[in-house]
């Protein structure tokens, strides 16, 4: 008998394009701020406000029994998820939206090496040929040589490489405890990482800058609500391909409100390295294993 995420394909497709506006208007909306607030101190806020969420999964915290082991895990997955929230602020008010959202797609990638090192997965052939062909797409996207490199892409690239870590740390220990409580752990110990890089350097924020970054939380919250929605609905393998269009947006909203043209190595770079994350997605899928993240699943 088939199951129910077999049966609603169309389902999934609307809910991961929906997850995919969700996450390209957090993009736009950092962007919007246009630095008037330091990058530490926009993700702090960000997370701040964005706590208020976490009122329905409160009695779900409360109710979790945490040992030593793993409240380490959690505190040093606050710490490489605020070092890689704040390095994505900063990439933000420095590269082009394109740039940062098919750099972003690097994340599955790194993920899929860690694995490798850390728990002990096997690396065919055939996933080799994925991340080789991913890192050309990186490549392309950056030309180094042939353009002077902005620190803006060295963050960003330091930020899929963070939020791999924080994925793989999550999947040590969400087979211990709930998803409320992993979601939660993360907001709570992020916000408290943040806190001393945003005093560094905080400037006090207008009423619209709040407003702003309210909308940020807003929309991240309600775009890993939908995620979850489109992974009930159907396959991964369904669901995977759908992100492109978080590129097609991205380049769309660059152009229209940030006079940032398209460009035609971004988009390349970026095609060929979501067809390997796809490809590593679906390879997954056959083997009955899920190591390799969904692109925008740890997005802020």
Known sequence: MESSATQRPGLGIFWMMVTGLCFVAVTALVKALGGRVPAAESAFLRYLLGLVFLIP???????????PRLWKLFGLRGVVHSLGVALWFYAMTRIPLAEVTALNYLNPVYVTLLAVLFLGERLALRRIMAILAALVG???????????LDPGHIAMLGTAFLFSISYLLAKVFSGEVSAAVVVGMLSITVTIGLAPMAWAVWVWPSLGDLAILFGVACFATAGHYTMTLA???APVTVTQPITFLQLVWSVALGAAFFGEPADPWVIAGGVLILGAVIFITWREAVLKRRVTPIVGETRQ
Do not use: D, Q, Y
């Open 138 to 148: 990186a490549l392309i996207i950056l030309r180094p040589g042939f353009r002077e």
């Open 231 to 233: 992974f009930a609905a």
């Open 57 to 67: 999964m409160w009695p779900s915290m409360r109710a979790a029994s945490l040992t």
